[in-house]
Each structure stands twice: as structure tokens, then as C-alpha cells.
């Protein structure tokens, strides 16, 4: 995902990130109703793919930091997973993959969103950025955006002992997991039906 546009200059009371992350959010669905309530959050690493969002239950949206590099950015962050909102929320079958590949329907629902859409081999239509009319409809929370960067530091990624866990799906789906999770018993996977099992490397 990329923006390819500066934002414009806005002068509106300070918001910490969290507080104009989840209220770009919210002025997404004023404008688009049947788009699921979520809430938002920054990833210090690495974030789960499009897919792993689970839209049916208290929906956590996390942004990976790479992406906080402007507001123009953050904002066709969130339309992106606004656009997975809305195909979710329309009943659609998922395609295959791990989250990565981005169907007509993803595309369909990014357009309507006010999203430019292109495709690659690899994932689809999965590039997305932001044209300048859209940037303008939510001028507001460019601003507030913008003003929420100054200063801020990404979240800093914490050693754990989770371990990568991989289910019975062909191709596999991948979780990492505490260690003290997998001890207190399985966890399964709702497609294969088999528990989420780590690899045994020699």
C-alpha cells in the first residue's frame, strides 16, 4: 500500500495517535455506513495479513509502523482494511491464500471507498493509494493526523517466547503463540479442523 501524496497543512487541536488513528475510522464509516466497527492500533512489527482480521468478532485493525511514515499513508492504510471491511461484511467467500491475494471484489470495494487500485502477479489487486479528491474529503483528519506524527515514536517491538505454529491447510496458515499457551492444550484451526501444531526442525 502506498499513498503517493503529501498531505495538506492543518492547524487543529493536538490528538495523540491513537485518538486520530480511531477517529480517521470513524469518519470512514460516517461516509460508508456498511463498513464494521473496528479499532486501531499500530504494530510494532510486522502485521498479520489483510486476512487475519477477524471481522465477525470486536474487530482489531493493527497498522504496521513501516506504514506511519505520513498521513496520506496512514490514510490509504485504513481504506485498504476498510475495503476488506466491506467485503467481509458483504457475505463473500474469501480467496485462496494467506491474505495476500486481493480479488475483483476487493477492488470493487476499495473503488467505492475512493481508493486507486492496481494489480500485481503476485497479490492481485492489492496496490492501493490515495487520489487527491479523496485526500480532500477527509481533509479534517489529514490534519489531525499530521499533527499526531509530530514527535511521535512507533511502539517498540518486545522480546517473547512465542513460537510460529502451523495447522493441517494446504497451504498451511501460520500463528505465533505463547509457549504457556500451547501448553494449557490445542488450538485448532476452523477450516482443517486440525490443532495448530510447531514445526519439529532437525
Request: glycine share 6%; with cysteine.
Amino acid at each position: 500500500m502506498s499513498a503517493g501524496i503529501s498531505a495538506p497543512a492543518a492547524s487543529l487541536d493536538r490528538m495523540s495517535m491513537p485518538q486520530a488513528l480511531n477517529e480517521t475510522w470513524r469518519a470512514i464509516r460516517r461516509r460508508h455506513r456498511d463498513v464494521p466497527a473496528a479499532s486501531v492500533t499500530v504494530a510494532p512489527g510486522r502485521a498479520p495479513a489483510c486476512r487475519m482480521i477477524a471481522w465477525d468478532s470486536a474487530p482489531v485493525i493493527q497498522l504496521p509502523a513501516k506504514d506511519m511514515t505520513d498521513p496520506a499513508a496512514v490514510l490509504c492504510a485504513l481504506l485498504h482494511a476498510a475495503a476488506h471491511g466491506l467485503v467481509a461484511a458483504s457475505g463473500a467467500a474469501l480467496p485462496p491464500g494467506e491474505g495476500r491475494w486481493h480479488n475483483a471484489q476487493f477492488r470493487d470495494a476499495a473503488q467505492r471507498l475512493g481508493l486507486a487500485v492496481s494489480t500485481t502477479t503476485a497479490t492481485g489487486w492489492s496496490e492501493t493509494s490515495v487520489p487527491a479528491h479523496t485526500l480532500a474529503v477527509y481533509a479534517e483528519q489529514i490534519g489531525q493526523l499530521a499533527t499526531a506524527l509530530e514527535g511521535w515514536e512507533p511502539p517498540q517491538r518486545r522480546v517473547t517466547n512465542y513460537l510460529p505454529a502451523v495447522c493441517q491447510c494446504e497451504p498451511p496458515r501460520k500463528i505465533r503463540v505463547h509457549q504457556s499457551t500451547l501448553e494449557r492444550g490445542p488450538i485448532r484451526c476452523d477450516r482443517c479442523g486440525k490443532p495448530f501444531e510447531v514445526p519439529v526442525t532437525r
